[in-house]
């Protein structure tokens, strides 16, 4: 037995180190991975900033933020961003006042009142609508949505224009329903079965269990699906260039052509171009503008998740 014993301690040790050294090289290879992630961020971000700091050198901030005039092309240029950012701002309330409801409202059917069966069904239907490619949308906007928004505000006596924030703002609310309804549906999955158990334990209906139970423990998470759709509305290109048009109006008529920030970056860079003049570097600065508006999405979402949270708990 001695002997035995002898024999198998190395082996085992040996075995031991060998583990310990594939999960060092797997701890390396997981570092590496997060590290470049990391630093392409920061590449990007360095990027962006050094071009916008050349952009500001040859225009004033101040007329760049507050500028209420957008014609890179005009003579003199202009560069005031105010309509792009309103633009963005009405087009991004519209999708998010069609797809809020329409994405929470299904998540909490699909979670909480539907059998198996029509989950099953209804799940993967709702999800298929975010694989249409944002082209075949913007064409749906354009020959479709565009033209009758229009015919009715023609027959109500409203003056709509062939291309509006209104049908923009629909189809793109349509886009980002199954975003809201996955994410939202997962959450409120994720609550704590003992939660619901106890609410119908004190007499609580399902109804009341949903508004007072369920969606309070989920609302952090479902806070952060919204944020994560209101994001993806507002880096949307190309169902605002076929639906919405290229005007740079300062406007907040829903009836109105109006366009985004985005989709004034697509069209500065597009075909071949000098970065030397402020019309090309104004690219770089509403992209500057642009992730500053994320983060500060980011923070705000970040904040209200911790606030909920800490209440709930």
């Not at 594939?22 to 991975?33: C, K, S």
């Not at 069966?117 to 064409?139: C, D, S």
């Not at 992209?287 to 800490?310: I, M, P, Q, S």
């Amino acid at each position: 037995m001695a002997m035995t014993a002898q024999i198998t301690a190395p082996s085992f040790a040996a075995k031991n180190m060998t583990r310990i050294h594939i999960e060092r090289a797997v701890l390396t290879v997981l570092a590496a991975a997060s590290g470049v992630a990391v630093l392409t961020t920061i590449g990007i971000v360095l990027s962006v900033l050094y071009e916008s700091l050349l952009f500001f050198s040859e225009v004033p901030f101040w007329h760049f933020l507050f500028g209420t005039t957008w014609a890179p092309t005009g003579n003199p240029p202009s560069f005031g961003i105010l309509p792009l950012l309103g633009g963005t701002l009405l087009i991004t309330v519209i999708a998010i006042v069609v797809a809020g409801p329409l994405g929470l409202f299904s998540a909490i059917y699909l979670a909480e009142y539907a059998t198996p069966k029509v989950r099953a069904v209804a799940k993967p239907l709702l999800e298929m609508l975010a694989g249409i490619p944002t082209v075949v949308l913007g064409f749906f906007a354009a020959l479709t949505v565009a033209p009758l928004i229009r015919s009715l505000g023609t027959s109500a006596g409203l003056d709509v224009a062939s291309e509006s924030a209104l049908a923009a703002g629909l189809v793109m609310g349509m886009m980002i329903v199954p975003l809201i309804s996955s994410l939202s549906d997962d959450i409120i999955n994720a609550v704590p079965q003992s939660l619901r158990d106890g609410s119908y334990a004190m007499g609580a209906t399902k109804s009341e269990t949903v508004k007072k139970v369920v969606l309070p423990a989920a609302l952090p998470g479902i806070v952060s699906a919204f944020i994560l759709a209101i994001s993806r509305a507002i880096g949307e290109t190309m169902i605002v260039v076929m639906a919405a048009g290229l005007a740079a109006n300062l406007t907040f008529n829903p009836f109105a052509a109006v366009t985004t920030v985005t989709v004034q970056i697509a069209t500065l860079l597009v075909g071949d171009q000098e970065f030397d003049s402020a019309k090309t570097l104004s690219a770089f600065a509403l992209g500057l503008v642009l992730f500053c508006v994320t983060l500060a999405l980011n923070y705000v979402a970040l904040r209200t998740v911790r606030k909920y949270r800490e209440q709930y708990e």
